[in-house]
């Protein structure tokens, strides 16, 4: 089982095919973006999240939102979205496909592919906003998915994935629902 998990995992290589979003043509970047209705750190980012959407969707920049937890139902999907203005598409990933394809671990977190070199560029925080969990700054000193965006439009991204420690909350990856259960 492990050695599937890492063989596919190997072999990942997202596209504007595969994604449920998909920009116009294979010059853009899509920024994943993994939330839970019940984190307080998710829903302090949703103001940020909006505002850069609104900034960048123009630019060939989409955004995409996953919720990992089973716990979270379409309805509560769709009413978070709702509360929080969030423009973007919102999805469910109840059997974390997307979230282990990145490697994420909390909520909120990002992961930012670029379709031009068809390769991960960024994953970790949205900014330093927060110290820990219940520990925030009254400002952030660095907005890390914002520089790695315009770093992607002016064309000096790093030829190496960056990576950010994002503080949040856990992600359950011991649901009791998996996939292997439901095609049994």
Same mark, same amino acid.
């Given at each position: 089982?492990?050695?599937? #998990?890492? #063989?596919?995992?190997?072999? &990942? *290589?997202?596209?504007? /095919?595969? !994604?449920?979003?998909? @920009? ?12 839970? +209705?019940? @984190? ?6 949703? =103001? ?10 123009? /630019? ?9 937890? &089973?716990?979270? /139902?379409? !309805? ?13 598409? #919102? ?10 394809? &990145? ?5 909120? *977190?990002?992961?930012?592919? +670029?379709?031009?070199? +068809?390769? =991960? %560029?960024?994953?970790?925080? $949205? +900014? ?9 700054? %009254?400002?952030?000193?660095? *907005?890390? #998915? /914002?520089? $790695?965006?315009? !770093? ?10 960056? *990576?950010?420690?994002? $503080?949040? @909350?856990? $992600?359950? &990856?011991?649901?009791? =629902? ?7």
């Amino acid at each position: 089982m492990i050695l599937l #998990l890492l #063989l596919s995992f190997l072999n &990942f *290589e997202p596209s504007v /095919k595969e !994604s449920p979003f998909t @920009c116009s043509g294979t010059d853009s970047l899509t920024v994943y973006v993994f939330l839970h +209705d019940e @984190c307080v750190i998710s829903q302090f980012y949703t =103001l940020r999240l909006t505002e850069y959407y609104n900034q960048y969707h123009s /630019k060939k920049i989409g955004f995409i939102g996953y919720f990992p937890n &089973f716990s979270t /139902k379409p !309805s509560q999907i769709e009413a978070f979205g709702e509360k929080y203005n969030l423009a973007f598409p #919102l999805r469910q990933d109840y059997y974390k496909d997307w979230t282990n394809r &990145f490697g994420i671990k909390v909520t909120p *977190e990002v992961a930012v592919w +670029d379709h031009r070199s +068809d390769r =991960l %560029l960024y994953r970790g925080r $949205i +900014d330093d906003s927060y110290v820990r969990v219940g520990k925030r700054k %009254l400002h952030s000193q660095h *907005e890390d #998915l /914002k520089n $790695i965006i315009e !770093s992607w439009l002016s064309g000096s991204t790093s030829s190496t994935t960056i *990576e950010t420690q994002a $503080i949040g @909350c856990f $992600i359950n &990856f011991a649901d009791p =629902l998996r996939r292997e259960t439901v095609r049994q």
